[in-house]
Nanobody
Framework: QVQLVESGGGLVQAGGSLRLACAASGRNSSSYCMGWFRQSPGKERAIVAAISGNGVGKYYAEAAKGRFTSSRDNVKNTVYLQMSSLKPEDTAEYYC????????????????WGQGTQVTVSS
């Protein structure tokens, strides 16, 4: 079992930045691939980024490339999503998730989920 707790969401103006954090706990949690997903009302939950257990492998959705950066600190058991140049369309609930499958892009690949943190980008 892996427990995940996100933090760092909030309200930001377009063009601004936010850093989300996801604290993981549980046996071998630092070895799991971690994914960041987002979901806005009326839309399906979609992958934003994923990072492998050792932090070397990374995946970014097209909408995140060049603006978002994922990283992890396995000593602190925390994964981060640095978001820059934010746009109103980035407004969503952001979730972190954990999986044994490396760099999975589907939500079904991730059995463990955090509770989510809201990101709102004003224009």
């Amino acid at each position: 079992q892996v427990q995940l707790v996100e933090s760092g969401g909030g309200l930001v103006q377009a063009g601004g930045s936010l850093r989300l954090a996801c604290a993981a706990s549980g046996r071998n949690s630092s070895s799991y691939c971690m994914g960041w997903f987002r979901q806005s009302p009326g839309k399906e939950r979609a992958i934003v980024a994923a990072i492998s257990g050792n932090g070397v492998g990374k995946y970014y959705a097209e909408a995140a490339k060049g603006r978002f950066t994922s990283s992890r600190d396995n000593v602190k058991n925390t994964v981060y999503l640095q978001m820059s140049s934010l746009k109103p369309e980035d407004t969503a609930e952001y979730y972190c998730a954990a999986s044994r499958l490396s760099l999975g892009v589907a939500s079904t690949h991730y059995p463990y989920w955090g509770q989510g943190t809201q990101v709102t980008v004003s224009s």
